[in-house]
């Protein structure tokens, strides 16, 4: 049995991890990694439903980009202190 293709739902229509989608773009921004999650699981919940899930999907390349860049600036200030030697 072949899946539907991916679509958007008419106006109006509400699919499976919209507002999640919506929801894990926004904590994205705050607190990356949980936004991350959040957003992976919504994605996750429309893909299963068939349709497309922007929000869900900005959110996970948000998440992971603000990850990987916090992570760089805590692995600089800690080298940095370290160097200082505080």
Known sequence: MT???????PAGVDYPGKTL???GLIVAVFFNIIGLVISAIAYSQSKKAGYKNTPAFVGIIVG???????IIISIVTTIASLAIGY
């Open 3 to 9: 899946q539907p293709a991916l679509s958007t739902p």
């Open 21 to 23: 989608g919506l929801v």
């Open 64 to 70: 992971a980009i603000l990850f990987v860049v916090t």
